[in-house]
């Protein structure tokens, strides 16, 4: 035994062990996002429960189940439930009823003592709304332009529903959407025109007939609007709930229409990967519980892209500096020090320092030399996209600098004395020799960042995340890309509907599906950054050896 001890063994077989372990963890904590996150699309079966209480009173509920668990019978002894003798649980089920203009709350526990008939019909749907969330229940009656028609017409309706959205999307958002931003800019170039006293009568002539052009093509573009609806409200689809009561639903709300307990496998998997297509490219809805998360994807992955693009120079150029220009001084040390210490600083008090300097003083300061017009609403002096960037740079700069320093360490002190002794300058011996050979460990230090960037959510909330962007930081209007636009993040929208959304049980499945997302997009951007550090080491490789 002793000599196994020394042999060194036990510790490969610890190391193993802790490998194992660290990596069975990892695969199962992705099992269970993965697991719960994609079963929040598939197809639920829907059922009708025939109840009766225990003051013999009949009820019908109609709906999904989310959910059962095991209720001690102890804890059930206020409701006098008529019980075997030996029994000590009793199953609750999580029922999704919806309905939420018949009913208060989206969820309701029911016993399943109080179940006297479970059936599936065939008939039944499910119609998924743009507000008050699902409704269940069966099809009255389809209403077409005023006229009652066949309920075998419903996927034409639907199809002429998705149609008129497209076109009242578009109108609002791009073309009613760029007037505005067009009178507003109009708005604001009289006002600096005035601030300067430049503002002449034919400026102001010019302005005006630009307005009155813009405000001509404005009530165009909503009479076209107010038809579309007008065309849209006139369809319309009657539902028998499941007290029996008929509610009219407009087809303008109605985003699609299922009958889960006609489809067979190949149907649910179709309709399960468009659940997943309207989750990566639709916008949120109903406080963020519905809908998809388009605009917190997009946010995400603005935000980590110019992140990088600010961090990486700037942390190769310091680890440049330290490694190869500074002295051997305490003032070196010092720096040192320094930059260790910033990676152990809580990222929330970045988020104060980016707050304080970057916004209020930075922005503000912007704000009163270039866009006095704007005051006192904020343009750059208040949260946004790239004061976001900018804090999480300075968050993720001690990462780049030590990877880099530690890949400029590495590389032979011979390699710089030969390129110097065959005339190079050292700007060239560092441009063309040490940079390519040490651009592996850059990578490895701008991928660690990308992974501590992409997961903060601390920080963003005071320098730009919001829960509800209504404009992307990108669009057609000049100059495109809008950098004092606050933004939606994946991170801060799993925080959201997880701890914040007034129905914590409908968005317990969305936050895990987020929760998935997030991870995928890290690991495409790790994965992104690691083949480009990969393929940057089998090109310098000969040059290094």
Do not use: C
């Amino acid at each position: 035994m002793n000599t196994w001890f020394k042999s060194g063994s036990p510790w490969v077989w610890l190391s193993a062990g802790g490998v194992s372990i660290s990596l069975i963890s990892v695969l199962g904590l992705l099992w269970l996002i993965a697991s719960k996150g994609l079963s929040y699309f598939w197809p639920s079966e829907l059922y009708q429960f025939d109840m009766l209480d225990e003051h013999g009173k009949q009820s019908v509920v109609i709906g999904e189940i989310y959910d059962r668990e095991q209720i001690p019978v102890s804890q059930l002894a206020h409701l006098n439930l008529k019980l075997a003798k030996d029994q000590e649980v009793i199953e609750r089920l999580l029922v999704k009823t919806g309905n939420r203009e018949l009913v208060s709350l989206d969820f309701r526990w029911i016993l399943s003592t109080n179940i006297t008939k479970t059936s599936k019909p065939k008939d039944l749907a499910v119609v998924e709304r743009r507000t008050n969330g699902n409704f269940y229940g069966y099809i009255d009656s389809l209403v077409l332009d005023g006229k009652p028609v066949d309920t075998e017409k419903l996927p034409e309706l639907l199809e002429r529903v998705e149609q008129f959205q497209a076109e009242i999307e578009e109108l609002q958002k791009v073309d009613i959407g760029a007037i505005n931003y067009q009178l507003e800019s109009l708005r604001l170039k009289t006002k600096s025109l005035a601030l300067k006293d430049k503002l002449t009568v034919s400026k102001q002539k010019e302005i005006d007939d630009e307005t009155q052009a813009l405000k001509e093509e404005y009530q165009t573009l909503e009479q076209n609007l107010m038809a579309l609806r007008d065309q849209i409200s006139r369809d319309h689809i009657v539902m028998r709930a499941m007290d029996g009561q008929l509610v009219t639903i407009n087809f303008e709300h109605i985003l699609q229409v299922n009958f889960n307990n006609q489809l067979g496998f190949f149907d649910k998997f179709a309709l399960f990967l468009s659940q997943i297509g309207g989750f990566l490219m639709d916008d949120p809805r109903e406080a963020n519980t519905e809908g998809g998360v388009f605009p917190a994807i997009f946010g995400t992955v603005l935000m980590v892209l110019l992140m990088t693009v600010i961090v990486s120079p700037f942390g190769v150029i310091a680890a440049i500096y330290l490694h190869e220009y500074a002295g051997k001084n305490a003032l070196t040390k010092l720096l040192r020090i320094a930059v260790i210490n910033l990676a152990g600083v809580p990222s929330i008090v970045y988020g104060v320092f980016g707050l304080g300097f970057f916004v209020y003083m930075v922005g503000g300061s912007l704000d009163q030399l270039f866009y006095p017009e704007a005051l006192p609403s904020p343009t750059f002096g208040t949260p946004g996209v790239l004061w976001s960037a900018i804090t999480l740079a300075i968050l993720t700069l001690p990462v780049v600098i030590v990877s880099t320093e530690e890949g400029l360490s590495r590389i032979p002190s011979a390699m710089r004395h030969g390129s110097l002794a065959l005339g190079a300058t050292k700007a060239e011996t560092l441009w063309r020799i040490i940079l390519p050979i040490a651009s592996p460990a850059i990578m490895t230090g701008i991928i660690l960042a990308i992974a501590r960037a992409a997961g903060e959510v601390a920080p963003l909330m005071l320098v730009g995340v919001v829960k509800m962007a209504p404009n992307l930081p990108l669009d057609g209007n000049f100059p495109f890309l809008h950098l004092d636009r606050k933004f939606m993040h994946l991170g801060f929208h799993i925080y959201d509907v997880g701890f914040q959304s007034p129905n914590v049980e409908a968005a317990r499945p969305l936050v895990y599906a987020t929760a998935l997302l997030l991870v995928t997009i890290i690991v495409a951007l790790n994965m992104t950054a690691v083949s480009i550090r990969n393929k940057l080491r089998e090109r310098y490789k000969m040059l290094e050896h």
